[in-house]
């Protein structure tokens, strides 16, 4: 029983992987063919005109990956530190308005970024903010926020509560109830938020 299961896992595995990778490999063969058209399967011939023409012609992709990364890293960063508190509050706090503040903290999700960035831009020109990095992370932290406070909202509502009041009995602070019991319980949510908020991030051009 136990080999049976030890091989439907790896069986499983297998197929999440390959399902995974599947997309990827038609990008790794346009990335190297010459004269690639349907019906073909096969590229006739193989070359290193694309990596040459990205990474050698072009003397500004470095910086442009480098200023990418910086983005939704700082984007990751910023969200976290808004998103904690906010999902903190949300979940355990009962006030008027609570459901008013959430569909503006969700609504992001649902309108249209055109509504927004028109007059973000509008107002960006008019602060010097344009075309510099700080404008962008500015502009990103609009559509990003909603991935982070719900991933952590979800870690908080599995939280017990009582956990807490026992660290808080026995003479614990905010900070260290926080560190040593909040932190590592929604930190796994942390992390998937983090990773949604990364990925959109990277893939906002408009």
Known sequence: MKKQSKGTYY????????????????LVINSFAYDFRWPRFIPSNA??????????????????ILNTLIIAI???????????????????????????????LFA??????????????V???????????????????LPTPPYMLKALMVSYETLDTALEQQAMVLGAGPISRFIYISLPHILPGMVAGASLTFLISISQYF
């Open 123 to 141: 107002v960006f020109i008019k602060l010097g903010l344009t075309e510099s990095i700080y404008g962008v992370i500015l502009a990103h932290i």
């Open 74 to 104: 700082s984007v990751v960063v910023i969200d976290i530190i808004i998103a904690v508190p906010a999902a903190f509050s949300l979940v355990r706090y009962v006030f008027k308005g609570k459901f008013i503040i959430k569909a503006a």
């Open 11 to 26: 069986i499983t595995i297998g197929i999440l992987l390959l399902a995974f990778l599947l997309p990827f490999i038609p």
């Open 108 to 121: 992001p999700i649902i309108i249209p970024p055109f509504t927004a960035i028109m007059g973000m831009y």
């Open 47 to 64: 070359t290193w005109r694309a990596f040459k023409y990205v990474f050698y012609e072009n003397p500004n992709t470095y910086e442009a």
